[in-house]
């Protein structure tokens, strides 16, 4: 891949899929903190909550900053939440930089009692720019078989 261009995200990071699980303690607690942040609008054509590079979220220090990225490219999607069950969430991201910066952010704006994230998946793999395949968060994890590995039992 040394000659070809690395896929990359609008804010400027490599294009390296996240995926946080969140356990949701309190269903009603975290639709009322979604509805309260202005970054976060309900898509329900997809059946998610997009986390857009916008309103709190402006702050956030990715390599390309907010006032560097043109005007016609706002909003941009920096991450997707879906909940799969009434006490499941996931949230999509496509890059390990955009994952370590969402933690402490919904840390921050979802309390521990709402909800909190349990464990991460990444797509240890960086794509060609010039790949056709589907390369969304969700193609890559849902299509494969996820290996977990207990912290604990490791000690």
Known sequence: MADKP????????????VRLHYQVLDHDGLLRAFKKLRCLEHDPTE?????????????????????????????????SFFLRTKDKLLLDLRSCERAI?????FAKHLPQR????????????LFSATESTQL?????????????????AVM
């Open 6 to 17: 690395i896929l990359a995200t609008v804010t400027g990071e490599y294009f390296q899929p």
């Open 47 to 79: 059946q998610r909550w997009v986390w857009l590079y916008d309103h709190e979220a402006k702050t956030l220090r990715f390599k390309r900053s907010y006032a560097e990225i043109h005007k016609d490219l706002h909003p941009i999607v920096i991450g």
């Open 101 to 105: 910066l969402a933690i402490p952010f």
């Open 114 to 125: 709402v909800a909190r994230v349990t464990e991460s998946e990444i797509v240890n793999k």
């Open 136 to 152: 969304t968060p969700g193609d890559l994890f849902d299509r494969q078989v996820s290996s977990y590995r207990d912290p604990a």
